[in-house]
């Protein structure tokens, strides 16, 4: 794709800067037009503002060489202490449910048959092997996939993975599921396409390096504890809560065919369940206060160390797949937006288009989306990068803020590949993902 660039003068300080008619016009001198952030109340902009000054904070320690290395994080002790306190809970509550059952009295085995559906909906969540998941890509369909997995596993010392999924989307994922702790990896096939076969290894690095990187979220004893709390809000506090606060007026219609004194016994039941309903709501939310703020404590004090864990990734990365290809990586990140846009105006034009084999989909979505990639000009790479930085933009909220990892990486002494692209078969690998591209370009163009 080639576009006219073309000269303009900034209306707010006139300095002269490029445009291109493809993407919004900007002046990199006073930063006009660079995008608009989020409108939010003050307090939300206060705990924001809080947040990115935390992250600052660990940004300015790591780059001065502080606390890389070691498993410490503030509020390491808080959180083993209340995740054990979580666990003690969930024990204490399987306890009482079976003395219920043991009492053998009507009115306790009652109490001990609810408590026992409790102790099930509050169980813990080990993850586990999926069944039947068409994202999984095994080691018989994608020998020289694992193989390569399992050479840059080997050369950061960590676990290999048991399983590979490949997803639709532009991220990546690492989990580590079951008792025995079998690791996951989640590859989206969006970003997969777009990188280059050197970035490729630092992306599998950074992903599989979390085996070595002490992520708290990822260890089995918090991880466990999260998910009980998640478990526990979402008892107290369904879906449904917020709608069970505002009082349903129905539709008028279905008064038609009652008589005048039937339609005001009818409207009479009505705001009697709904101020029921309202009443149970709010029982509900006082209910889950104390799991409200115990999430939130826990979250708080996990948090630090997941970002910091995050950062070690990103090193890893740098060491087995060099310094270059990590940070085109985290730089290819900015452009998750441009990326989703393609997809979605693909699968709008889908219904126009008529393609004669179905291989050809998955080739032009796929090819067609890193061509488009490709395409972007420096000029709107470096206003998502602004834009990233102003809005403090990261990949979710467990993550450090993109700009800060890159900026990180840049700051760091350069380093080569541990694991070369040269080495690898990528045809064989290529052919080896034949049937996951055609089916995640059958997710993205809805056919």
């Known amino acids: 794709m080639t576009d006219s660039i073309t000269t303009r003068t900034c209306p707010q300080c006139g300095a002269a800067y490029d445009s291109n008619p493809r993407f919004s016009e900007w002046c990199p001198n006073c930063e006009w037009n660079l995008g608009s952030e989020p409108t939010l109340s003050p307090r939300a902009a206060r705990r924001r503002s809080r947040e990115r000054a935390r992250d600052e904070e660990l940004y300015v320690r790591l780059a001065a060489g502080a606390g890389g290395e070691s498993g410490w994080y503030p509020g390491r002790s808080g959180a083993l202490v209340l995740a054990s306190l979580v666990h003690l809970v969930t024990l204490a509550v399987l306890a009482a449910t079976l003395w219920l059952l043991l009492t053998g009295k009507p009115p306790f085995v009652v109490l001990g048959v609810v408590g026992l559906g409790l102790a099930y909906l509050l169980r ?32 950061l010392g960590v676990r290999r993975p048991d399983r590979i999924r490949v997803q639709s989307g532009y991220r990546t994922g690492y989990a580590r599921l079951g008792v025995r702790q079998e690791v996951e990896l989640t590859v989206g096939m969006a970003l997969w396409a777009v990188l280059s076969p050197q970035e490729r290894i630092a992306l599998l690095a950074r992903e599989l390096g979390h085996g070595a990187a002490r992520d708290p979220r990822r260890g089995l004893w918090l991880r466990v504890a999260l998910d009980t709390l998640d478990a526990w809000y979402g008892l107290l506090m369904p879906s449904s809560g917020d709608e069970l606060m505002v009082t349903r ?3 008028s219609s279905q008064y038609d065919a009652l008589p005048a004194g039937g339609v005001l016994r009818q409207m009479t039941v009505n705001a009697q369940k709904a101020l029921v309903e309202e009443l149970t709501a709010r029982l509900l939310l006082v209910c889950a206060l104390p799991v409200r703020l115990a999430r939130h404590l826990l979250h708080r004090s996990v948090l630090p160390g997941s970002r910091l864990a995050e950062y070690r990734a990103d090193d890893l990365a740098a060491r087995v797949g060099s310094s270059t290809a990590a940070t085109a990586v985290l730089d290819a990140l900015f452009l998750d937006e441009s990326a989703m846009a ?41 206003r998502r990068r602004r834009l990233a930085a102003r809005r403090g933009t990261a990949v979710d909220a467990w993550y450090p803020a993109t700009h800060l990892r890159l900026r990180l990486q840049a700051g760091r002494p350069a380093q080569a590949a541990a694991v070369l692209a040269d080495t690898v078969d990528w045809a064989a690998i290529h052919a080896e993902l034949e049937d996951s591209r055609w089916r995640t370009a059958i997710l993205v163009l809805g056919i």
């Open 124 to 155: 813990p969540r080990f993850g586990g092997r999926r069944r039947e998941d068409p994202a999984l890509v095994t080691r018989e369909q994608a020998p020289q996939l694992y193989a390569l997995s399992d050479t840059v596993a080997e050369a």
């Open 342 to 382: 393609y997809l979605r105006k693909q699968r709008a034009l889908q219904g126009h288009s008529a393609v004669t084999r179905p291989a050809d989909i998955a080739q032009a979505l796929w090819e067609g989306l890193a061509e488009y990639l490709d395409s972007v000009p420096d000029i709107e790479r470096e």
């Open 249 to 251: 007026i129905e539709s």
